[in-house]
């Protein structure tokens, strides 16, 4: 395929690469690996994971899980707080296939019990420290509501706690994350043991994490969804190799300004996401590489993108680089956060 | 029509009176309107321009011309440097409709020239200080080639000077705006003398000017897109009252947390972009606002969005705002950056 305007590239070895590497450290570890499938959103890629034996999914919106349960994906968790206004979806998805929700109050448990006529499986969402969403794992005695409600529904499960460390994304250290990943089992470990039962699964699902442990101890269960792709991020993080990275979006070159060190291409914020790493105190939007009919070229610092309008997209770009491009080439931009990018380009993907 | 998910909500009256306001004021200075349709990017709202007047636009890619072109646009200018990958588009569009292109380099003008059938109009990109894309303004050298190189071909007229401003979004007053568009004219027209033609028209772009400066002296044409809804960057810089602006997006709340004030909502970077303005050395995702069935509510300061994953939006609310909130409210969201979330919410609005 000739590619003429901005196009995401996914490499397909490195994705399978990945999808089994994560996939067998589960299995050594006796844990299920349900990984999160809001990173590529697609029947297509996610027919890689299901080749590997795949069969329980993770997705991030009620409309996600629609599109995968109509697919043939017949056990998904929506990893996100239930959003009761979409209970005509609920009772969609109950009566089709195994789904577990995510419940934090104990009026929605309710509301939800109430309008379905299906089974569905329930977690609790758990802060472990993140603080984005879910009750404070040290909140027992909202945690003890929300259980005793789901325990009294007749079509609600009890499952288990589930957690999403993403403050492992700003971790300054794999020591640091191996730190988070320990804090929270701990956590999770002394709620399951408050309510005296074996049967309450524990879930945990940030790839930093999942990546950088080497077996999984104390949960039954992993999540994570970014590890497919993997990006520049996680690369500065330190829990992948640049050899994992699987997505780069090509894009075509329009302006060659020598004088500025800088090339402008097709390619902006609706193509790569604002979504942004501090390095050296300048904000970085993707590393600019060699464009390659296979793959792409190799990540060297000082090669990146250094502003994004809607569709423009500015490349510094040193000169060894720079001379070898006019209006017309093609660049390959290894982006900051794939997840916001493949989303962009919604199921379009070569 | 019930609201479940995220959802574009657009305030017609206001829109119809941005445009309104823009489309008197350039009638009144004698220019032409040639608003930038990348803004809402929609056929149905084209269609308010319509009513009002409108018949030339401005796009930022070859495949919005071809959108636009198919649905009865036959004035169109594609302010984005042109992208020689594209020569099938541009044939196409040059034998459909009235098309000018933006060339910065002598190169790119003869790979057109040749590739075309039809006739094509074309502006040179000059950059005035914004630093983005084009010719520097003082390089008369280099763009003496391209004006030379567009009047030796048979299938491009040469138009003028184009330059988009974007300079005066970052500027810290009203007063610096006016004084970012008078240099931009002054330069402009340096150059028109410099090239000793009267035929050479100046079109300007940026919305800010464009909204505070009360003639459009100097110039022949004016491009602005972001003015049809405004937001709350615009707002901030002073451009535009709060009444100007005509879009929000409604998200459901999925969790309420009192204790640290804030609400969790259905509603993330996949919806709102994560473009964010600085206010008080905070990051700002957007404005929370009451929703209301018509409209919206007013924007209260220290109600906003503190941060955004894929699907979620973090609020921080002041007390009287929270407590009207529970799981299954709806919140409405003031966008940052119009242009990014109306993109993100594709040709889908209410």
């Not at 996600?64 to 005509?88: C, H, K, R, S």
């Not at 019990?113 to 909202?142: P, V």
Request: proline residues 3%; charged residues 25%; contains cysteine.
């Amino acid at each position: 395929m000739k590619i003429t305007e901005p196009t995401l590239k996914i490499d397909y070895e490195r994705l399978t690469g990945n999808i089994n590497r994560m996939s067998n450290k589960a299995r050594l570890s006796g844990v299920r690996f349900r990984p999160h499938f809001k990173t590529h959103q697609s029947v297509t890629t996610g027919e890689y994971f299901r080749d590997l034996g795949v069969r329980e999914i993770t997705v991030s919106s009620l409309n996600m899980a629609v599109y995968f349960a109509d697919a043939g994906w017949n056990d998904i968790t929506v990893a996100f707080p239930v959003n009761i206004l979409e209970t005509d979806k609920i009772k969609y998805l109950s009566e089709k296939i195994k789904i577990n929700l995510l419940f934090e109050s104990a009026e929605t448990v309710d509301t939800v019990s109430r309008s379905i006529s299906g089974k569905i499986g329930g977690y609790i969402k758990i802060d472990t420290g993140y603080g984005r969403t879910g009750i404070k794992s040290g909140n027992i005695k909202d945690i003890e509501k929300v259980v005793y409600e789901i325990k009294k529904s007749r079509r609600i499960q009890f499952k288990g706690f589930l957690v999403h460390s993403g403050h492992t994304y700003s971790a300054k250290s794999i020591e640091e994350i191996i730190l988070i990943y320990e804090d929270t089992v701990s956590k999770l470990t002394e709620l399951r043991n408050y309510f005296w039962s074996d049967d309450i699964e524990l879930s945990i699902g940030d790839t930093p994490s999942c990546s950088v442990v080497n077996r999984f101890d104390g949960v039954d269960e992993i999540r994570p969804g970014n590890f497919v792709f993997y990006d520049y991020k996680m690369l500065t993080l330190g829990v992948c190799k640049e050899s994992d990275i699987a997505v780069s979006v090509a894009v075509p070159v329009v302006s060659v300004h020598k004088e500025r060190n800088n090339a402008v291409v097709y390619g902006g914020a609706v193509h790569l996401s604002k979504d942004s790493v501090i390095c050296k105190g300048k904000n970085i939007y993707g590393m600019a590489v060699e464009f390659r009919n296979q793959g792409w070229g190799e990540i060297i610092p000082d090669n990146y993108v250094e502003s994004l309008s809607q569709e423009h997209g500015i490349l510094k770009l040193k000169n060894a680089f720079l001379e070898t491009l006019k209006p017309g080439s093609l660049v390959s931009i290894v982006p900051v956060h794939s997840c916001l990018t493949v989303d962009l380009f919604g199921r379009k993907r070569v």
